[in-house]
């Protein structure tokens, strides 16, 4: 006879909760926090990834409405993904320093879930896909949403159904670049935001998405800055002073650049 479901088969909770292995000696009592936050991020990661696939197809299809109600659950997670940052940081640096050497060379430059949802937002970069071995499932997974058309490119695709005129290049442009300017859009977005306010409401959300992105990249150099200093990263970069180059990058360049002539 077939099992009767139940809460924890149905979570699979024993293989959920078996998951957060503490690798220092004792073990050192912040392991725990520090194992299960990345792993909570890791699985509103998923979630956003499956929203957004989500939000591409339904600028591409025309459908605003939906389009609007997936972005603003989107928005509400990326709301918690920030906000989980105050967790980590009632860590002190020497609780952290308790068990960091156990991290060797793993660092969250290696999570290609947050690659992933760089390339399918439209930053793209082949050497992120070479960090990855070959075969292994992150580079499987960014080596398919490289190939693969970005938000941007669905957003410039709605742009046109909604009946603006956009070039045949810019349409069919190389979706493995990263998402540059472009004076045309710019001229079409400017035309939207005087003209159009339900087009515009779209823009919007784009915008509230962007700026998400970089207020957590904020808090999350400045949470760095109090957990080690200057000292650097585990996966070998430069630490504070390489992840301060990675801040006030839009991933949508165009919807910032409009602003001062509005
Ligand atoms: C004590 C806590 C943390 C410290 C000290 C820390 C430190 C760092 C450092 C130094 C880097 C630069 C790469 C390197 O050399 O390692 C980095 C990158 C990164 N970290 Fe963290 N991190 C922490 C927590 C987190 C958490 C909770 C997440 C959530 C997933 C995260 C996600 C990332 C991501 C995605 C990158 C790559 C950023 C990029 O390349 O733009 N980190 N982290």
Redesign the pocket.
């Known amino acids: 006879m077939k099992k009767a479901l139940t809460y924890a088969s149905y979570l699979r909770l024993d293989e959920l909760l078996s998951l957060q292995e503490p690798l220092s000696e004792g073990p050192e009592h912040d392991e725990m926090l520090?194992i299960v936050?990345?792993q909570v991020?890791?699985l509103w990661?998923k979630e956003v990834l499956h929203e957004l696939d989500y939000v591409d197809r339904l600028l591409a299809d025309g459908d605003r409405p939906r389009m609007l109600h997936t972005m603003k659950r989107v928005l509400t997670i990326l709301k918690v993904l920030v906000s989980q940052?105050d967790i980590?940081e009632t860590?002190t640096p020497l609780e952290?320093m308790s068990f960091r050497s156990r991290l060797e060379a793993a660092?969250?430059?290696q999570?290609y879930q947050?690659r992933e949802l760089e390339f399918l937002l439209g930053v793209k970069d082949e050497l992120a896909i070479r960090r990855f071995q070959e075969g292994s499932t992150g580079r499987r997974a960014l080596e398919k949403r490289y190939g693969e058309r970005t938000v941007w490119d669905a957003f410039l695709q709605f742009l046109h159904g909604a009946g603006y005129s956009l070039s045949p290049e810019t349409l069919g442009r190389d979706v493995t670049h990263s998402v540059e300017p472009s004076a045309e859009v710019q001229e079409v977005l400017l035309e939207v935001y005087r003209n159009d306010p339900e087009v515009a409401a779209v823009c919007e959300r784009l915008v509230d998405l962007d700026e998400g992105i970089q207020e957590w990249?904020y808090r999350?150099v400045k949470?760095?800055e109090r957990?080690?200093g200057v000292k650097?990263?585990?996966?070998?970069?430069?630490?504070?002073e390489?992840?301060h180059t990675?801040l006030n990058r839009p991933v949508f360049p165009d919807l910032w650049a409009i602003r001062a002539r509005l």
């Open positions: 520090f936050i990345h991020y890791e990661f940052l980590l860590m952290f660092s969250g430059f999570s947050f990249r999350h949470m760095v957990t080690i650097r990263g585990t996966g070998g970069s430069s630490g504070s390489f992840l990675t």
